[in-house]
């Protein structure tokens, strides 16, 4: 006999773009799966809950449904939740309490961001962006006095963070001829070594790397570590990179190092508050480049979360280790 199976989003098309028609049909096939995707609104509704009652697996995404203490206590069977997404912030602890297994595919998550950030990597060690912005003006094109960077063999990047994107990165940049500096106070030097990387003080590591990358995760004791004094330390003409959070800035102090400091480039898919308020002078500095968080799973990319949830699952029927789940020690950890 299947095991019941709900799935839970505030936004139907969350499901469908997420899980695609091939993993909702896996799933059907494997488990007797409640025929409405259920909002929370649609927790109160009683005739839904017979169902929930008898539900071992909730299958979910972005738009998890803020619940009740009453209706988290509807899933009396519930064994375990896998999470089609990054981030189990909002919604996992009261479940991690009670001992319901949580899986989230924040590990799918990071390869794109990983991807992402390697590409401006490479073009920042070659100074591209301000290249570009040179090369509007036919004097400075006709001249040769277009900005070239010093380019990636034996140069410096610097990684603020080492979690799994950091590490996934890490991976990649290895396949160029670079030096990788690692800021991370949770990181021994043993595992530093392990991942090929010298560790170094946040000071140090603004000073030295060409490029700086930011992958701290959102905790409290992050927000506003990256102040102006460390902007200010750049080399001539590097790159602040940030995919991780904006709340990790100082913003104010941030700007005010790049309008006396033509010199460097920002690269923000993230910003505090996002999108920058209206005035915002990020909008206007010539050496800030904004994206709209994009660095994270996207269209195609959306399918790899769903897919390594249901490899999870598959494990986890199996009575094999799952991958990707998360317990209490790493749920307060995590971004």
């Known amino acids: 006999m299947k095991k019941k199976a709900v799935i839970l989003a505030e936004r139907q098309a969350t499901i469908h773009e997420v899980y695609g028609k091939a993993n909702l049909a896996y799933l059907k096939e494997k488990l007797e799966v409640y025929p409405e995707i259920l909002c929370s609104a649609d927790l109160k509704d009683p005739k839904h809950a017979e169902f929930l009652k008898e539900s071992s697996f909730i299958f979910s995404s972005w738009g998890f449904p803020a619940m009740t203490d009453n209706e988290r206590g509807l899933f009396t069977k519930l064994e375990t939740i896998f999470y089609a997404a990054g981030s189990v912030k909002a919604f996992a602890e009261p479940f991690l309490q009670r001992n319901v297994k949580v899986v989230s595919a924040w590990q799918a998550n990071a390869v794109p961001v990983a991807e992402f950030t390697l590409g401006q990597i490479i073009l920042s060690m ?112 590097a790159t602040f990179i940030n995919t991780g959070r904006g709340a990790q800035v100082v913003e104010a102090e941030f700007i005010e190092v790049l309008k006396k400091r033509s010199d460097l480039t920002a690269l923000l898919d993230v910003t505090y508050p996002e999108p920058p308020e209206a005035d915002s002078e990020f909008y206007t500095l010539p050496n800030v480049q904004l994206s709209s968080h994009i660095a994270g799973s996207a269209n195609d990319e959306l399918l790899r979360m769903s897919s390594y949830v249901i490899e999870d699952f598959d494990r986890y029927t199996a009575g094999e280790e799952m991958k990707y789940s998360i317990n209490l020690d790493m749920f307060y950890k995590m971004a």
């Open 126 to 237: 070659k100074s591209y962006f301000r290249n570009t912005m040179d090369c509007r003006s036919p004097e400075k094109r006709h001249k040769g006095g277009c900005t070239r960077g010093p380019g990636l063999y034996g140069e410096t990047v610097g990684l603020i963070g080492c979690g799994m994107i950091a590490k996934l990165l890490i991976k990649f940049l290895k396949n160029f001829n670079l030096k990788i500096a690692v800021f991370d106070p949770f990181m021994s030097e043993e595992a530093a070594k392990s991942l090929g990387v010298e560790k170094m003080s946040l000071e140090e590591l603004f000073k030295k790397a060409f490029v700086v990358s930011n992958h701290l995760p959102d905790l409290p004791e992050t927000r506003g570590m990256l102040k102006g004094n460390l902007f200010s330390s750049m080399r001539q003409g």
